[in-house]
């Protein structure tokens, strides 16, 4: 295993031995069982584990989510419970104790988990102590990760904020999922090191969005020989090979431009051969194209397209593996 880039020592826990409990320390029992240890393999036969990303299907609200989830044979959903930004509109869920209660019937009646809760944005105005109650429901729920972005040009505050919610995140057994975006303030891998390196809290691991780290000028190779402990999923999406010009193109892109795994142009064999074989998929791949389908039958094409790349990056890894041998 090669050397992490500067800014990056690896946590006291590794990929096999002490990784911190995932799942959440007051969930029900019925979380509980939703919740899995790993979540590395799939219920469903899938290549890997899959989980579908709520921005996959913005439009959808929480129950119509769990349905697409299931009808595109995915194990899980990513719920957004949190706005990343004052603008943005969601369904909104926590405190609706007849909306959750219908969610938790939905989840167990389909077998789909809740894999995350998303997406809290730490911008100058972030108050961490008011986003308990989001973690109450994701642990209720029996979400593993919390998905958080960087977004304040103060490193010091953005330090200090990301320390916060991982300690409160840890007292519900979640972990802290940091995404890098093209966009935003925290917008390299070195920026992204750098802040796990400064707060090292167990939880806090680092998120690779394909489109992400191909747009802010990273590549799969940046990742190859790092700990597998570092990565806790991927968001998996493709997209055409020219970068957008500016960022409001970047963020249209990044929103709602994406295409589904393996219709575009990204190197997403070559990132799943960097990253661990056993990693957990969620897919991110919101499309204008499909725009005008259900969302059910938008997981189904999603699902499918998603299996069809993981079944050839599988086989080009094991090809690859017995080319060694010869």
């Not at 709520?54 to 119509?64: E, K, S, V, W």
């Not at 595109?72 to 909104?92: E, H, K, N, Q, Y």
């Not at 991982?166 to 750098?194: H, Q, W």
Request: glycine share 8%; proline share 8%; charged share 25%.
């Amino acid at each position: 295993m090669r050397a992490a880039p500067p800014g990056w020592r690896e946590p006291h826990w590794t990929a096999r031995h002490e990784r911190p409990a995932e799942t959440p320390l007051r969930a029900s029992s019925a979380a509980t069982t939703r919740s899995a240890a790993t979540m590395t393999r799939s219920p469903h036969g899938n290549p890997a584990f899959l989980s579908l990303a709520h921005l996959t299907l913005i439009d959808a609200d929480p129950l119509t989510l769990v349905d697409a989830a299931a009808a595109g044979r995915f194990d899980a959903i990513g719920l957004r419970i949190v706005p990343p930004m004052p603008t943005d509109r969601i369904v909104p869920v926590i405190g609706d104790e007849v909306l959750i209660r219908d969610i938790e019937r939905r989840l167990d009646a389909t077998g789909i988990r809740v894999f995350d809760i998303e997406a809290v944005w730490l911008t100058p105005e972030t108050d961490v102590v008011r986003l308990r109650p989001a973690l109450e429901l994701g642990a209720r729920l029996g979400a593993n990760h919390l998905l958080v972005v960087g977004n304040d040009p103060e490193a010091g505050r953005l330090r200090d904020n990301f320390a916060g919610l991982c300690d409160l995140a840890a007292g519900f057994g979640i972990g802290v999922a940091l995404e890098m975006m093209s966009y935003v303030a925290l917008n390299t891998l070195p920026k992204a090191f750098r802040l796990l390196d400064e707060v090292r809290r167990p939880n806090a691991r680092l998120l690779i969005d394909a489109l992400h780290l191909m747009r802010s000028g990273g590549k799969p190779a940046d990742l190859v020989g790092l700990s597998p402990a570092l990565f806790p999923y991927v968001h998996l999406c493709d997209a055409a090979a020219a970068r957008p010009p500016d960022l409001e193109r970047l963020r249209y892109e990044g929103r709602g431009g994406r295409f589904y795994p393996g219709e575009g142009e990204l190197p997403l064999v070559d990132l799943m051969h960097a990253l661990p074989a056993d990693i957990a998929v969620a897919v991110e791949a919101p499309c204008a194209a499909y725009a005008g389908l259900s969302p059910l039958e938008r997981a189904r094409i999603c699902g499918a397209a998603t299996r069809a790349l993981l079944n050839a990056a599988q086989a080009a890894r094991t090809a690859a593996q017995w080319g060694k041998r010869e």
